[in-house]
């Protein structure tokens, strides 16, 4: 058994992912928002989706290890990723170079002074380990001490949700 639950083969629980993912799509708000508009997926949006897919059997683990068996590839990608591979055929990576990249095409994208550069590379720290980053990121950890979102959106001259924003739709840029 490797927690495929009632499948046999790797090939088959994703295809049963797959098929969960089609089916409810519009019936899941998490879901759908991780389709259309990844920028917009709360924190707690994650943990909901997460724990519904959970209750189906497909964790990011599993998934993660049914992909590297069927498909001879082992990727550090997220649940969230997985997600937009077999509904969109979205390139799938693992996630630490999709925040870099996404960081490197918005640091490229205009002039940033010192401060707003470290911040971004702070949020880009904290992306790869919780998958999203929103408003609420800011209030816990070493955030608090630095201000949380006040300071960042002040030292984005008022446009901190919009450069968070920006920085997720990169993330999710399947294009560049």
Known sequence: MHGWGAYT????????????????????????????????????????????????????????????????????????GYIRQMALGSPLVPFSNRVDKAVARLLASRAWTTPQRKWLERIATTLKDTVVVDEATFSQGAYV?????????????????????ELEDEVWNDAA
């Open 9 to 80: 083969r790797p090939e088959d629980y994703l295809s049963a992912f797959q098929r969960f993912i089609a089916d409810n799509v519009n019936r899941n708000a998490a879901l759908q928002i991780v389709l259309t508009h990844p920028r917009d997926l709360t924190a707690g949006h994650l943990r909901t989706l997460m724990a519904t897919l959970a209750q189906h059997q497909f964790t990011e683990a599993h998934v993660r290890t049914a992909w590297a068996q069927a498909r001879q590839e082992d990727l550090a990608a997220t649940l969230i």
């Open 145 to 165: 001490a630095h201000g949380g979102f006040r300071a960042i959106d002040t030292v984005f001259n008022g446009q901190g949700r919009e450069v968070l924003a």
